[in-house]
């Protein structure tokens, strides 16, 4: 008998048993679940606190040659952009890397080149950080990290960079606008935010063209300070190594004796309403649907945690077996719970729909809402979920950098010792009586914000049966669209 006729023989029998290879029975693709649940500890981290006010966390696991650090330095992100200046915090932290009095861009090139290191800094749009990543051979840890420590410190923002950065950016706007998704984003994000910090996504063209090197160091010098920043070292180092250079690569940066930054929480809650983005000619339709969220240290931020994981956390959840599995309406169909300390999104979107089953692909998302807040969660879904996830948090945990993203988290929070320790207990406590109970209120009608892309005038006429619908062009505009 043949290998082929083997396989095919064995595969039969798993069929007609009723159960996949791992003797685990129920749906196509649904993957096993264990009986009982491992018991787990979180990794042990060590903290202290240097002579300016910066705190050090570092994990130490000599598994691999290898360390990952990030350094983050609050009240460097978009949301303290000065007013008129949105993109000022983005392009301070991507400058740093271009050069500094001690090296120039192409000496960092160069340097992570040889050593095979990786060093960069991000500020997002609508962020409250700067941050500063790096990740090297425990060998070429002192020079990748002293590097980190000079961009911080001693940033050159050299003119020719600038130049450089302003004609990427420039370039960046002009694409952006041809991107479904971005323009859905930025529609949902304006709609969510109302006003608020939160919904910055780009520059507009006028701050880069106007943007001088005198902007950048200004800004450097009032938003980069010691005194909340946080430094997480993770690998193949211990923390007395890590203490030592910390301290001597910011031995010279004195603690400037300032609160820790302030920002304004986003809302109200902004009431319902649709927007239509109109892109002619689009051959697909893209929806957006969601509102205004939390932050992770909110009482209900596990309960929003929850309520994603069973909507559209990933392809074996609600939406994607309802859009995709069963009506064939596209490509996919996920969720996301996005945490932010001043209030975060939840949303859902579709990617890709053909336009004669776009307001049933609509209609079925909102079917999903519904049935969320107005039928408990069975217990063997709540089941699966809470293992999944259990599962998931566990496995994390064997990667440094998840490690100490999450120290990071609970020291910044302020939460107990054992937070990441108790946390499989408050996974297993999750009811469904509880996620039903928040989606009444979280995802009530008249909180949802829906967001449609595609070309209006094949849009508009059936849209209009969900609700009055704003009409903006791709810049954002509102515009009056005509049905044809």
């Not at 500020?123 to 590097?147: K, P, Q, W, Y």
């Not at 609160?259 to 983005?277: D, F, H, N």
């Not at 107005?374 to 998931?392: A, D």
């Not at 949802?448 to 892309?453: D, G, H």
């Amino acid at each position: 008998m043949s290998l082929r006729t083997i396989l095919i023989l064995t595969v039969l029998m798993f069929v007609l048993m009723g159960c996949g290879p791992n003797g685990a029975t129920g749906e196509a693709g649904s993957p096993p679940i264990a009986d009982n649940e491992p018991s787990f500890t979180f990794p042990a981290v060590k903290e202290a606190d240097l002579h300016n006010g910066t705190h050090l966390i570092v994990y130490e696991d000599s598994r691999l040659p290898h360390i990952l650090f990030k350094i983050i330095i609050p009240g460097a992100g978009g949301c303290f952009d000065p007013e008129g200046q949105t993109g000022l915090a983005e392009f301070t932290a991507s400058m740093l890397a271009k050069g500094t009095n001690a090296f120039s861009r192409g000496d960092f090139d160069r340097e992570m080149e040889r050593t095979a290191s990786f060093l960069t800094a991000s500020a997002d749009m609508n962020g409250l950080d700067a941050v500063i990543t790096g990740s090297c051979l425990t060998e070429h840890f002192a020079r990748v990290f002293s590097m980190a420590a000079e961009m911080i410190l001693h940033p050159a923002f050299p003119e020719d960079e600038i130049a450089l950065l302003k004609r990427d950016v420039l370039n960046r706007l002009i694409t952006q606008r041809s991107d479904s998704r971005f323009l859905g984003m930025e529609a949902f994000y304006k709609a969510v935010y109302n006003g608020h910090a939160g919904a910055r996504m780009s520059p507009d063209a006028k701050t880069v063209k106007g943007l001088k090197r005198e902007d950048l160091a200004a800004f450097h010098q009032a938003n980069y300070h010691p005194d909340h920043m946080v430094i997480g070292i993770a690998g193949d180092i211990t923390m007395q190594q890590a203490q030592a250079a910390a301290s001597e690569m910011f031995a010279s940066w004195e603690k400037a004796g300032i609160p820790a930054p302030e920002y304004s929480q986003a809302g109200p809650v902004p009431p319902a309403e649709i927007t239509l983005v109109h892109r002619p000619h689009s051959v697909q339709v893209d929806h957006f649907v969601g509102t205004l969220g939390l932050g992770w240290n909110d009482p209900e931020a596990l309960d929003l945690f929850f309520l994603n994981q069973i909507l559209g956390s990933n392809s074996s959840r609600r939406l994607f077996q309802n859009l995709r599995e069963e009506h064939f309406y596209t490509y996919g169909c996920y969720s996301a719970a996005r945490f932010r300390d001043y209030g975060g999104v939840w949303i859902a979107r579709t990617q890709g729909v053909r336009y004669d089953v776009a307001e049933p692909a609509l209609r079925e998302i909102l079917n999903e809402l519904d049935r969320i807040r107005e039928e408990p969660v069975p217990e063997e879904e709540m089941k699966i979920v809470k293992r999944m996830t259990n599962g998931e948090y566990v496995l994390k945990t064997e990667r440094p950098e998840n490690v100490l993203d999450n120290a990071v988290m609970r020291w910044r929070y302020g939460f107990p010792a054992d937070y990441w320790n108790r946390y499989p207990e408050k996974i297993r406590a999750a009811a469904a009586e509880k996620v039903q109970k928040f989606a009444k209120r979280f995802l009530a009608p008249d909180r949802i914000q829906i967001v449609v892309v595609g070309d209006g005038t094949q849009i508009i006429g059936w849209l209009k049966n969900f609700g009055s619908v704003k009409v903006v062009d791709t810049d954002g505009k509102p515009i009056v669209l005509q049905q044809p």
